[in-house]
Structure formats: C-alpha cells, structure tokens
C-alpha cells in the first residue's frame, strides 16, 4: 500500500500508530490485496459472486 493512501486511511479512522504498527498493516494488507483484487474483478451480479473463494476449483 503506497503511503499517501495508508496515511489517508489512518487520518480517516483517526487511528495514530506507530512504525511498528504500521508495518502490521502493510503486512495484513500485503496478505490479502490478491483477495482484494479478485473480488474487485467479479461481476457482482452474476453466480460467480458465492463461489469465489472456494479453496478447490470452481464450478
């Protein structure tokens, strides 16, 4: 997550950590921005939307 938007969201929440708990977010959202990015790309309104995240293959 690129610092001016970490900054803005930190601002947002009014949350006030310091550089080791930053890096804990850094890391939890390095973690999960390829989830992210896949639910992003769905089409929201069709049947891939409850099978998404299946561990084993997709229909």
């Known amino acids: 997550m ?3 938007y970490l900054e803005s969201l ?3 929440l009014r949350l006030d ?3 080791e708990e930053v890096e804990w977010v850094r890391t939890v959202f390095a973690g999960y921005h390829p989830q992210i990015e896949e639910l992003m790309s769905l089409d929201l309104a ?3 939307v409850g099978t ?3 561990p084993l ?3």
Do not use: I
């Open 17 to 19: 950590l310091d550089d």
């Open 10 to 12: 930190l601002a947002r």
């Open 46 to 48: 069709g049947e891939e």
């Open 57 to 59: 293959g997709k229909p």
């Open 2 to 4: 690129e610092d001016k």
């Open 52 to 54: 998404a995240f299946l």
